[in-house]
């Protein structure tokens, strides 16, 4: 999720506090309509530009609810440590309290000082993030080793007063990740099976230790994945009840580890996602809604306590071939682009929210909009460049949906990616969330630029030869006008479409029996200044015929009580046969069939291959025999017909 940028010496915070757990270890109800607005603040985004040299008093503390100070880590000692002493402690900042010492600096003498001012902004320390679990494993492995961490956490919670508490963010109990060798800042996170337990008395014993403290009021949450299979490997039924909140990563659902384009943080599932769903179904369930819908429903969280995120960051690919996807997304593409917001070593995109607007249908870039998700991205054809992000439009969708299924709130990975003239995505957040007065619906300031868009067309083969479906696309934001589809040049469908529809527009053709031949089907979509764009599909039809095949019975003896016969089929084609059928009339009445199978409905008679011998080969001749009851040497056989599947 959270890429660290910078660190100095860390100090560890030594402690001998000991205590014993009170009877309840579960938390107070929350008010269950209360949102929550959560910003997590990275304390290295006062070293450059690219965060806008962003310190805790730029934060709007007047639209937020709660801030995640990013990050500390757990040292080699199994104790809590800051990453960065001189930007949290050292670094003179403007309500930094002096040089003396016990005097605050740095970001804890912000918080301090705006603590007095906004009292009900909670500030909490978040631990981890993905560059620095590494050592969370061996932590949580005993109850010893865990004690020294928490013991560590009650000691800094009584030393820095005007901290609220604590975010746990593990990345991922249950996994064992080798840390990135090209980002030297990233040491792995180990981990094994035993982490599904440890996990949960980790987050147990941390809240004994708040009762056991009269810390009854300091919040626990932690950041969780939205991955289903990595959900698996841990008990969120089991330690929700010691957690305040969760704040569920929805985001990085795709990025530049994976060689096809693809949404950053989708609310929903795109149908023409062309990504697998096996042994990961990320087809349907990287996306927001079935990671909510995973944890209320099959771990039973409430919502209220589940915040869904949203980034204010790209994720980017270079090398994307205009040849496939569509305009740029569901393409091909080679690597990362490159961000201001990368490692140079190990990039993956990251521009911040800020400069992606600046980019916006300038320099070459086009702005494009999913119309499942509403989710926007840019594509720059002369770059060969895809970036994928959040904007105003598709923020609404997710706040909506906070509000309309009545979860807790919304994190922010994170704040220093906003415009710091007026935090215009934090804004939409308290209006709609805290100040319960959501606007209109936002107006895209940069819409996707309106052009004919390249209509798709697909052909899916039925259960018969000669029998398949057709749908001809138009995508969403088109301006055209007017569909046509063509079947070998002869026009056979004509359809009005609405200009630039914010929903793609589909058209479905269904055959049955065609006969044998070559079909290519052409769709146009024409806009009103009569521009043209169009797509080609075909689909070859080779089915037998009653030409092809050759059906003879005979009664080969007749003994008066009874007789036996056979069929032969002779297969006249040059393809094999599979999955044939027979079907008959037949005046008398047959017993068995010894080489397929035989059903009887009133006097018509059904063969069907053995499983084993399913198939004629071509030019070939196979011979059936049967038993049947009495004398059939006069006999009348009629309505043959053999299909193939």
């Not at 918080?111 to 500030?123: A, E, I, L, Q, R």
């Not at 990961?280 to 944890?295: C, F, Q």
């Not at 979509?525 to 039809?541: C, F, M, P």
Request: charged share 25%; aromatic share 12%.
């Amino acid at each position: 999720m959270k890429k660290i940028l910078s660190l100095s010496i860390c100090f560890i915070f030594l402690v001998t506090t000991s205590f014993f757990a009170l009877p309840s270890t579960k938390v107070e109800a929350q008010e269950t309509n209360k949102k929550n607005v959560i910003v997590y603040f990275p304390n290295w985004g006062i070293y450059n530009s690219s965060h806008q040299s962003f310190s805790v008093d730029m934060i709007p503390w007047d639209k937020v609810t709660i801030i995640n100070h990013s990050f500390f880590t757990v040292s080699k000692n199994f104790k809590l440590e800051s990453i960065d002493t001189f930007a949290d402690y050292d670094k003179m900042l403007p309500h930094s309290e002096g040089w003396d010492s016990g005097q605050l600096r740095g970001h804890f003498g912000e918080y301090k000082y705006y603590k007095t001012k906004y009292p009900n902004v909670k500030v909490l320390i978040s631990i981890g993030g993905w560059t620095r679990g590494e050592n969370f494993h061996d932590m949580a492995k005993t109850k010893e080793t865990r004690k020294v961490f928490i013991d560590s956490l009650i000691s800094f919670l009584k030393t820095y007063t005007f901290i609220d508490g604590f975010d746990i963010d593990w990345e991922y109990p249950g996994i064992d990740r080798p840390k990135d060798t090209a980002d030297e800042y990233d040491r792995g996170c180990p981990g094994g099976p035993e982490d599904k337990e440890n996990f949960t008395l980790l987050l147990k014993e941390i809240r004994e230790a708040y009762n056991s403290n009269n810390m009854n009021k300091k919040v626990l949450t932690i950041a969780a994945s939205a991955g289903y299979e990595k959900l698996a490997l841990q008990e969120p039924e089991k330690y929700i009840e010691y957690l305040d909140l969760i704040n569920v990563m929805t985001y990085d659902f795709h990025g530049a580890w994976e060689n096809v384009t693809n949404h950053h943080s989708p609310l929903y599932a795109n149908p023409n996602d062309p990504s697998g769903s096996s042994p990961t179904n990320i087809k349907e369930r990287y996306n927001v809604d079935s990671a909510i819908k995973t944890l209320v429903e099959q771990y039973k969280i409430p919502k209220n306590k589940l915040n869904i995120g949203t980034p204010l960051y790209s994720r980017g690919w270079s090398g994307v071939d205009s040849k496939t996807g569509e305009n740029g997304m569901f393409a091909n593409a080679t690597g990362p682009y490159k961000g201001i917001w990368d490692n140079p070593n190990s990039p993956g995109g990251q521009e911040p929210w800020f400069k992606i607007k600046q980019m916006e249908n300038k320099n070459g870039w086009v702005k494009y909009r999913d119309s499942y998700n509403k989710s926007p991205w840019l594509y720059n054809k002369d770059l060969k460049s895809v970036l994928t992000y959040e904007d105003e439009v598709s923020l609404a969708t997710k706040l909506d949906y906070i509000n309309t299924n009545s979860l807790g709130g919304i994190i922010v990975w994170e704040i220093t990616g906003d415009d710091i003239n007026g935090f215009p995505m934090i804004s939409m957040m308290y209006n709609s969330l805290i100040k319960n007065s959501p606007t209109d619906p936002p107006v895209d300031p940069n819409p996707p630029k309106a052009e004919l868009l390249n209509p798709t067309i697909r052909i899916e083969s039925g259960s018969l030869p000669g029998n398949y479906s057709l749908k001809a696309i138009s995508p969403a934001n088109s301006t055209a006008v007017k569909m046509q589809i063509f079947e070998n040049n002869s026009l056979i469908k004509e359809s009005k479409l609405s200009e630039n529809s914010s929903l793609e527009e589909t058209t479905e053709l269904n055959f049955e029996n065609k006969a044998n031949g070559k079909y290519v089907y052409t769709v146009s979509v024409e806009d009103s200044l009569q521009n043209k764009k169009t797509a080609t599909a075909e689909i070859v039809v080779d089915k037998i015929t009653t030409n092809d095949v050759e059906v003879k019975f005979s009664v080969t003896s007749d003994w008066g009580t009874g007789s036996n016969y056979s069929i032969t089929i002779k297969n006249n084609s040059q393809k094999d046969i599979a999955d044939w059928s027979l079907d008959f009339n037949f005046d008398k009445k047959l017993i068995s069939l010894w080489d397929a199978n035989l059903t009887k409905s009133n006097n018509k008679y059904t063969v069907t291959p053995k499983e084993w011998d399913k198939t004629i080969k071509k030019s070939s001749i196979i011979t059936l025999s049967g038993a049947a009851e009495g004398n059939i040497s006069r006999y009348n056989i009629y309505n043959v017909n053999l299909s193939v599947k």
